[in-house]
């Protein structure tokens, strides 16, 4: 109690955060409903679990998977308008990504020292293609699957053969994508990022230790003042002080 309370910078807004969300929700119910298409649920009885029937019926999983393409085109929509309206660029690949990646990979599997980074790392901005790329896929040939249905609309077995199976390889990679980003924070290191899609903002001390490109760019653009956050530590050390020995 007599601690002084934690720093926090601000590293999510709100509406990345939503944006997040969205997506996430909107993956995880494409991919339990595109399963149920196959159908997968049925022929290995997870329909006969309690609570899982409506896993094998086909219209019911059909409206869930509109309705989850749905959520998952305006996230991806919502974020483009917002990024360029914004011009919020952080998580936009850029060069030399790879290799910096590999070097904070490095570093943190020998506990070696990383690079400095930005406000997003190497390896998250390379996450985050992988990610984009795997979705556009699924976008793309979603959307010819649902066009195929339209009355008057006549694609080629050969196209609809190929589609289908560009759209399988885009569920199989979004699935590994999901497992990867999960993953990612069984590192020690990634944990405290973690809280920063809950509540949007992670440690001070965290981002000055290990994104040091960004803390310089907050302190140059007059975002945070390490001056003043130090003293409100101290009085605040100071008055828990003379609290206790009241």
Not at 126 to 139: C, D, N, Q, T
Request: no cysteine; net charge positive; charged share 15%.
């Amino acid at each position: 109690m007599n601690n002084p309370k934690p720093r926090k910078i601000l590293r999510q807004s709100l509406a990345n955060r939503f944006v997040h969300w969205t997506t996430a929700l909107s993956v995880l119910l494409l991919i339990i409903t595109g399963l149920g298409q196959l159908p997968l649920y049925t022929r290995y009885n997870v329909t006969k679990l309690p609570g899982a029937e409506w896993l094998g019926d086909y219209f019911i999983t059909i409206n869930l998977h509109y309705l989850a393409a749905f959520g998952l085109l305006f996230a991806a929509t919502f974020h483009i308008v917002y990024a360029f309206a914004r011009k919020e660029f952080d998580i936009f690949p850029r060069k030399g990504d790879m290799k910096e990646s590999y070097q904070i990979i490095k570093a943190m599997l020998t506990k070696g020292q990383e690079p400095p980074s930005d406000k997003y790392l190497a390896e998250q901005r390379v996450a985050y293609l992988f990610i984009v790329l795997s979705l556009l896929l699924l976008i793309v040939t979603g959307l010819i699957k649902t066009l195929k249905n339209v009355p008057g609309v006549d694609f080629s077995h050969s196209l609809l053969y190929w589609n289908t199976a560009l759209h399988n390889i885009g569920t199989v990679l979004i699935i590994f994508g999901v497992i990867g980003h999960l993953a990612a924070f069984l590192l020690k290191e990634n944990r405290p990022l973690l809280p920063g899609m809950f509540t949007g903002s992670i440690s001070w001390e965290y981002v000055k230790h290990r994104h040091t490109l960004w803390y310089a760019k907050l302190l140059r653009n007059g975002e945070i003042n390490e001056t003043n956050h130090d003293d409100e530590s101290k009085i605040q050390s100071g008055v828990n002080s003379k609290s206790t020995s009241v």
